[in-house]
């Protein structure tokens, strides 16, 4: 009995052809991954930075207003690599105006910033003293 290998194919594993073409898909694929997950690092790092200087607006405020007597003021610091400067004045707003002639409402403006030219201005309204 003859034995036919008509219709029959010998398995004998991928092709140059298909392992270049399966190469360069991971490749690709590789690549795109990496440039994403690059993406979503720096993504990160300003996420914190971003995060870092506005925690140190909110601290300057409060060191700020904890020792204010009302009237305008302004002062500027340093922390690490984070320059900050805040500004008090009177809120010149027409809705602000008040009747009351020993209050007044002030506008507190602390601006954050740091090198690459980024920064976080963080404003409010305090109730105050008019100045004397």
Do not use: C
């Not at 305008?72 to 009351?100: D, F, L, M, N, T």
């Amino acid at each position: 009995m003859a034995h036919s290998h008509i219709g029959r194919r010998q398995e004998r594993g991928f092709t140059l052809l298909e392992t270049l073409i399966a190469v360069t898909i991971l490749a690709i694929a590789l690549t795109s991954l990496l440039q994403s997950h690059g993406g979503a690092s720096r993504a990160a790092v300003t996420t914190q930075d971003y995060a870092y200087a506005r925690l140190i607006g909110e601290k300057v405020t409060a060191e700020t207003l904890g020792s204010w007597n009302g009237g305008a003021h302004k002062a500027a610091g340093q922390e690490g690599a984070y320059a900050w400067r805040v500004s008090i004045e009177g809120e010149k707003a027409e809705w602000a105006a008040s009747s009351q002639e020993r209050w007044m409402l002030y506008r507190v403006s602390v601006a954050v910033g740091w090198p690459g030219g980024r920064n976080v201005t963080l404003e409010t309204l305090k109730l105050g003293p008019r100045a004397k």
